[in-house]
């Protein structure tokens, strides 16, 4: 982006037509040697060093003309950000507990992980997976060795570690079942459910607004309550069901966790119909519950399980591992992907790795955790509006009784930034897992601070 008008180091001049609120960008011609009318030659912006001043509202409105209009933003251009502190546009300082969706786990600008992909790309940052490379290699060794899978996928998103899941669940099937001409091909999943947004993981998502306007979705999936194990043993039992997906903790869904009984319920139906248990902890996964992974809790281990945001600490990368016996199904050309598991992001992730998964800052989350749920429940227990605080590890909600949006708005406004979930109704709190304890009580006294915003969107 070092020709936009976003990067404040290079300013961008525009000159505009006032007849036409278009920008009208300067053009250079060019001599085509034949008679054919050419087509207008590209766009090209001039780019200066001469200083230009770039305010929130210029962002934000040429956001408008140029992005797809899919994301409902929160009107707040980011510029940079430090720890756990970020800086707008205009240098005002926010508390971060958002880490880009439990994606920061390090916080900005570690200085290990700067480290590691500024060397990885001036030596290698991207060859296909038709080459073999260290950083790939060497991040899965240590995935498979700190985890109950024997080998891994790489791809680019928590969405398309999804679809990886969901083809070799059903290419395990036909492996299986040689003979079968009708083998398994169906999935369970769960009420309050995420698990991506391309097509075949929309299809396991469970709000129908994230679906509706796309289908036909993926067909064969079956929404169950979650923790209903007899609803499950049931549908198991008619021999069409290739895999049971399922988030320990569910993020996006309202940082609702599975009990221990449930998930090795699940765990025994399965073995018993022969289907593929696979947990999402594309949002749970990764020290953010204060164990590596989050299904170690409850000492039940699934067949696969897929990895994203947290792994390369604000890189775009994806994991589905699997157990030998689902690899075994899998063969040369089944899947693949251009960009997955380039050595520039596995520099990243193997920085990010080895911090997070060691035993002493696992305990450190789960000590600042228990410190925030405390403190939360506290000082927020008295509050008419306030239903229930929850979580596990640095992965915290807040029930409402009304909307949160209002909550989350005046938080921004008195520097704090946290999210949403559930159905709106729930503050999720997901800091980078190296906030301090001060950082936390200075983000708990914002929230508390804020909660009068709730009595009055009540009352309007």
């Known amino acids: ?70 994301y409902g933003r929160t009107p707040l251009v980011l510029a940079s950000g430090k720890g756990c ?63 109950f899978a024997d080998r891994v996928f790489f791809s680019n998103s928590g969405t398309e570690a999804n679809e990886a899941a969901i083809k070799f669940s059903r290419k395990f099937q036909r492996f299986s079942h040689p003979d079968n001409t009708d083998p398994p091909t169906e999935f369970i999943s769960f009420t309050n459910s995420f698990h991506g947004r391309t097509i075949g993981s929309l299809a396991l998502t469970s709000k129908e607004h994230y679906r509706t306007p796309f289908e036909p979705v993926m067909p064969g999936v ?34 609702y966790g599975a009990t ?42 699934p067949d696969i399980m897929t990895l994203a945001k947290p792994l390369a600490g ?28 380039g050595p520039l992001v596995c520099a990243a992730a193997i920085a990010v790795f080895d911090k997070v998964s060691n035993p002493s800052f696992l305990s450190r989350v789960t000590k600042k955790g228990d410190y925030l749920k405390q403190i939360l429940t506290t000082k927020l227990g008295g509050n008419k509006h306030v239903k229930e605080v929850r979580g596990f590890g640095l992965i915290v909600g807040i029930e409402l009784d009304v909307s949160a949006s209002p909550l989350v708005d005046a938080c921004r ?31 708990v006294e914002i929230i508390c601070g804020c909660l009068h915003v709730l009595d009055e969107n009540s009352s309007n």
Request: some cysteine.
């Open 1 to 70: 982006m070092s020709s936009s008008v976003f990067n404040l180091s290079k300013h961008v001049h525009l000159p505009i037509n006032h007849h036409n609120p278009k920008p009208q960008i300067p053009r250079h011609s060019i001599h085509i040697p034949n008679s054919h009318a050419p087509k207008p030659p590209r766009a090209q912006l001039t780019v200066t060093t001469q200083p230009t001043v770039v305010n929130q509202e210029d962002v934000i409105n040429s956001e408008k003309q140029v992005i797809v209009g899919t």
């Open 85 to 147: 502190k970020l800086y707008d546009i205009e240098g005002k300082e926010y508390i971060d507990l958002t880490s880009g969706i439990a994606v920061n786990a390090l916080g900005h600008a570690d200085p290990d992980w700067i480290q590691a992909i500024t060397h990885q790309a001036s030596v290698l940052a991207h060859v296909s997976n038709v080459y073999y490379t260290v950083p790939q290699v060497d991040l899965a060794q240590r995935l498979v060795a700190n985890s």
């Open 222 to 255: 079956t929404f169950l309550q979650y923790g209903d194990i007899n609803a499950v043993q049931e549908l198991l039992s008619s021999g069409k069901i290739a895999a049971v997906f399922v988030e320990p903790i569910q993020g996006e869904g309202g940082i």
């Open 260 to 301: 221990k009984d449930f998930l090795k319920s699940l765990r025994a139906a399965c073995d018993k119909a022969g289907a593929l248990l696979v947990f999402d902890e594309v949002q749970c996964g990764l020290g953010r519950t204060g164990y590596l992974w989050a299904h170690e809790a409850y000492d039940v281990t």
């Open 314 to 341: 604000g890189l775009p990368i994806g994991a589905t591992l699997v157990t030998e016996r689902v690899n075994a199904a899998i063969n040369n050309g089944d899947h693949g992907s251009t960009f997955a598991g």
């Open 413 to 443: 406004e008195s520097g704090l930034l946290i999210l949403t979930a559930g159905k709106g109704n729930v503050v999720r709190l997901v800091p980078p897992l190296i906030i301090s304890e001060q950082e936390l009580d200075a983000a």
